[in-house]
């Protein structure tokens, strides 16, 4: 388990966290249900945490997870706060629908 | 089984429930397939050796994030596939962004890989847990206190924001 990145290679971990990033983008700008458009929040994140991971191996340094840990804290923080949020945009207006969030259009 | 072998069959999970979780109408099965895809990135993990993260992953993201998430959906009453489609010129302008970005991140990446240099091979335990608690507690004690003070006012925050509001009389 040691020479993991002498067998698989870093440019197959950055390729795959380009992906998933990139499928993230793709939900947020896909989809009008806010829940979902949260869940593609969370998919980004994990795509940049784990490439924190892969070159945190890559340089044989602890410092990189240290920061996965912490932005894991800080996800944790956004998601509870995000969904009490939609749970008050329901309560006012019995939908998540984002394109229904207009009142500030004028 | 070689580990490349066990890296693509964990990367097309990771991919193919992140695209499922998108594309699927029924949000309880969104949230499910994201709970698939938070268990393989923490595969990912476990093949990096990086038992603490993990853990944490598990815990955190497969715990604590997705019984939020299915509790608030299940709050709203939202596990019906009544949702209003968009617009197929703005479904096509997302696709489009999609191929694009991913093109271009691509590209730039193949680019610059001869660049970066090759793997080396210290030998020296960097990523055990007890290795991380030790940085973490001495280096990176300060930010770590600070994580605590902001998870109790993300705490806070939450319970103010979903607090009924009284009805103006």
Request: charged share 10%.
């Amino acid at each position: 388990m040691q020479n993991i990145l002498q067998q698989i290679g870093i440019e197959n971990y950055i390729y795959l966290s380009v992906i998933l990033f990139c499928i993230g983008i793709f939900g947020v700008l896909y989809r009008r249900n806010a829940i979902i458009m949260f869940m593609s929040i969370e998919i980004m994140l994990n795509a940049v945490n784990l490439l924190f991971v892969a070159f945190s191996t890559f340089h044989q340094d602890a410092q990189g997870q240290v920061f996965v840990f912490f932005s894991m804290a800080v996800a944790a923080a956004e998601v509870a706060v995000g969904l009490a949020i939609l749970v008050s945009i329901f309560r006012n207006l019995s939908s998540i629908d984002i394109d229904n969030l207009k009142n500030l259009k004028g | 089984m070689s580990l490349l072998t066990i890296f693509y069959i964990l990367s097309a999970i990771t991919i193919a429930t992140a695209f499922l979780t998108i594309i699927s109408k029924n949000p309880i099965h969104s949230a499910i397939y994201l709970v698939i895809s938070f268990f393989s990135i923490a595969g990912h993990y476990l093949l990096f050796n990086a038992q603490f993260l993990a853990l944490v992953h598990i815990i955190v993201y497969a715990g604590a994030i997705m019984v939020l998430f299915l509790f608030t959906i299940m709050l709203m009453n939202l596990n019906k596939e009544d949702e209003p489609h968009k617009k197929l010129a703005t479904k096509l302008a997302a696709a489009v962004s999609f191929g694009l970005v991913c093109f271009v991140m691509l590209a730039v990446f193949i680019k610059a890989m001869p660049i970066i240099d090759t793997y080396k091979q210290t030998g020296q335990d960097f990523q055990s847990i007890k290795v991380l608690g030790k940085v973490l507690l001495n280096e990176y004690m300060v930010p770590f206190e600070f994580a605590s003070v902001l998870l109790l006012v993300a705490m806070i925050g939450a319970v103010l924001l979903s607090k009924k509001e009284k009805s103006i009389q």
